[in-house]
């Protein structure tokens, strides 16, 4: 492709650079589904800071990207916008790091999605703890509950659901209970949508039955 410069008779490098920012890539319907960078002062030390204005439109036109703005200055700012993945996953060659969320449990409490989602949940007294719905959580999602005390504890579910203990279903309904000794947990996951999968525990925990 010849580009055709009427002040100049040969662009120089830093000029090329600022004109190929501006290409444009067409999809089979004319739309144009190019991230188009200007950069009017051909100055090559504006080129990292156009790069992170780029867009990504989904097949709906709309804007997936987030956008940080600078001017000369190349050093990259503190991005402070909340990212909504939306389905998407996020993956990486390191460890993802961060803390486990630690929830105080009273009687009659009734953990939510969210909560199921690898909480910690201290349990001070003789309580029961239900689990939501397992229709309502995410695949995957876990809980562990633990006995602070020498308290009998009760891990009720809903109706329609059943808890796998020792590799066998303990029955719809059913809930499990502690041996009330206080160091006493145990960590169920949603193993499908029939229910939760017992994965680990300390102590010994037996059906207790309907509530």
């Given amino acids: 492709m010849q580009i055709i410069n009427p002040n100049y ?3 120089n490098a830093e000029q090329t650079a600022a004109i190929a920012l501006n290409t444009a890539h067409v999809a089979g319907d004319g739309s144009d589904h190019a991230d188009v960078a200007t950069n009017t002062s051909g100055i090559a030390s504006n080129v990292t800071a156009i790069g992170l204005n780029t867009t990504h439109r989904g097949s ?4 997936h990207s987030l956008s940080h703005t600078q001017g000369t200055d190349t050093t990259l700012g503190t991005l402070t916008a ?3 993945m939306g389905g998407y996953e996020i993956t990486g060659a390191g460890p993802i790091a961060g803390g486990v969320n630690v929830i105080s449990i009273g009687e009659g409490t009734v953990l939510s999605a969210e909560q199921c989602l690898g909480s910690l949940c201290l349990v001070t ?3 029961t703890v239900t689990l939501p719905a397992v229709s309502t959580v995410a695949e995957g ?3 562990t509950i633990y006995s602070t005390g020498a308290n009998l504890i009760k891990v009720d579910l809903n109706s329609v659901d059943r808890f796998i203990l020792d590799g066998a279903s303990i029955g719809d309904d059913h809930m499990m209970d502690s041996a009330s000794a206080a160091g006493d947990y145990v960590t169920v996951i949603k193993d499908s949508v029939s229910g939760w ?3 680990g525990r300390s102590g010994t925990w037996t059906d207790g039955g309907t509530s």
């Fill in 141 to 143: 999602a876990n809980v």
């Fill in 125 to 127: 007294g003789a309580y």
């Fill in 60 to 63: 709906d036109g709309s804007d």
């Fill in 197 to 199: 999968t017992v994965i």
């Fill in 9 to 11: 008779s040969t662009l």
């Fill in 82 to 84: 909340n990212i909504a």
